[in-house]
């Protein structure tokens, strides 16, 4: 008996999913990958030569990562608009967390694009990779330094609390008190990320 | 001494059409009033605090025990039921409007007809009609029925429609309420036989996949309904029928 009309739940799901798989376990590799910033520019350096010498790594990049984040994102505003904050009414901690979801949602979405372009895009039209230096270059002006800041909170908080979305959309967090325990440890996963993610920018200032 | 007074702020509206419009009255404090019989004695005597004559107050309500779900409105700007909202405990300085989520009749009376709309579409009820007597149906299990009952709480108020940030004019989510009664009536062991009609028209368009999960439904309901936990419940069962359920196409 399904019909077409049950697109809208098989995108929901799929939204859910590509928000932990693949785009939260890019995210940390990604954070993971960065940190090698710590032991300088050469090291660094050898690792973004390690990467793009990966075989595939065009496909790798639009099937794993490219398009999951447009159809996440962009299927992400779609649900933002058809809600309505309403946490002036209700103010309670759940529903400021709804909401802050959204923002961080858009925040996120706006800094990937311009962080796609400024680091991919523009190498692959110029030939020239990304680089310890050229990133370090870029962080000198301090409005894209505040970006890369906000960008990192607002992607590791929606990271967090969405893996708390996740695990009720999957019916695996279902009892009140699982869903308690449960949104600490999402609300640690988010402080962790945001963590993570921080250090790793500083490597580079 | 000076005459303690209740003062009253309501949104009222002629018609469905009509523009709202604030009007004040002062009613003087007895003991024990709730926000129901503050608008009786406003029926009774309807002048505004300017001292004009005015029309009575129109609202909607039954049972006057919170059990009927008709007198939900906006008290002090939170949705509750008027019957067992006492004045002692909401103050005696209120603002009363008619909930947002469904058009006004009049004054404070809305039309809740979106409510039971979905509860038909969720097919909220176990069908045993037909032609001859099929006996008696299977027993249900104690557990189960613990479970069931704090789901038929739902006196179907709206309360949890009103906070709900996802149900609203820009979506069709049919809401936690009629959402939650899907799990009561699939619970019962005669109602399970509708169950995969039932979960399938909460992964229609406006089904259980719109939930936003700000959990405002569970905070606001004045019946205690655990619609979150049963919200989850569904969204495990939903998943399970309709991505294993592709599987054995």
């Known amino acids: 008996m399904a019909t077409q009309n049950m697109y809208s739940f098989f995108l929901r799901r799929l939204h859910s999913l590509t928000g932990v798989l693949p785009i939260g376990a890019f995210l940390a590799e990604h954070f993971f990958t960065n940190s090698f910033a710590m032991f300088g520019p050469e090291v660094y350096n050898s690792k973004v030569e390690f990467f793009m010498g990966l075989p595939y790594i065009i496909l790798i990049e639009v099937c794993l990562i490219w398009i999951p984040i447009l159809f996440h994102g962009l299927y992400g505003m779609y649900i933002v608009f058809t809600g309505q904050a309403n946490v002036t009414r209700y103010g309670f901690f759940r529903n400021w967390m709804y909401l802050l979801q959204r923002i961080t949602g858009i925040v996120a979405f706006c800094f990937i694009v311009y962080h796609v372009y400024a680091t991919r895009i523009s190498g692959l039209l110029t030939g020239q990779h990304v680089s310890f230096e050229s990133v370090q270059q870029s962080l000198q002006n301090p409005l894209i330094l505040v970006f890369y800041v906000l960008g990192i909170l607002s992607a590791s908080y929606h990271l967090g609390n969405g893996m708390f979305g996740f695990l009720i959309t999957w019916g695996i967090a279902i009892g009140e008190k699982s869903q308690r325990a449960l949104s600490i440890l999402c609300g640690c996963v988010s402080a962790g990320m945001m963590v993570f993610g921080l250090a790793a920018l500083s490597y580079f200032a | ?249």
């Open chain 2, 1 to 249: 001494m000076s005459e303690k007074q209740i003062k009253l702020k309501i949104k009222r509206q002629e018609t469905p059409t009509s523009v709202p419009y604030w009007e004040e009255f002062v009613i003087p404090y007895v003991p024990g009033h709730n926000v129901i019989s503050v608008l009786m004695e406003i029926q009774k005597n309807p002048v505004n605090a300017k001292g004009e004559q005015t029309t009575p107050v129109v609202w909607e309500c039954n049972c006057m025990e919170e059990i009927c779900g008709a007198c939900t409105m906006l008290i002090n700007g939170s949705v509750k039921q008027a019957c067992s909202a006492l004045i002692d405990t909401v103050g005696t300085d209120l603002t009363l409007a008619p909930v947002s989520k469904f058009p006004v009749v009049r004054d404070l009376h809305v039309d809740r007809q979106k409510m039971f709309d979905a509860l038909k579409r969720v097919t909220a009820w176990i069908p045993i009609d037909g032609t001859y007597d099929m006996g008696e149906g299977p027993r249900m299990a104690p557990k189960d029925q613990e479970e069931g009952y704090q789901l038929a709480k739902c006196m179907t108020c709206g309360c949890c429609m009103e906070a709900c940030p996802q149900y609203n004019p820009r979506s069709t989510f049919l809401g936690p309420s009629p959402i939650s009664q899907v799990r009561l009536f699939n619970l019962h062991p005669t109602g399970a036989m509708n169950k995969t009609e039932r979960l399938e028209v909460l992964m229609e368009e406006g089904g259980i996949a719109e939930c936003g999960n700000a959990q405002n439904c569970v905070r606001v309901c004045p019946k205690e309904v655990p619609l979150t936990k049963t919200l989850a419940e569904l969204n495990k069962d939903v998943n399970l029928h309709g991505i294993f359920g592709f599987l054995k196409k």
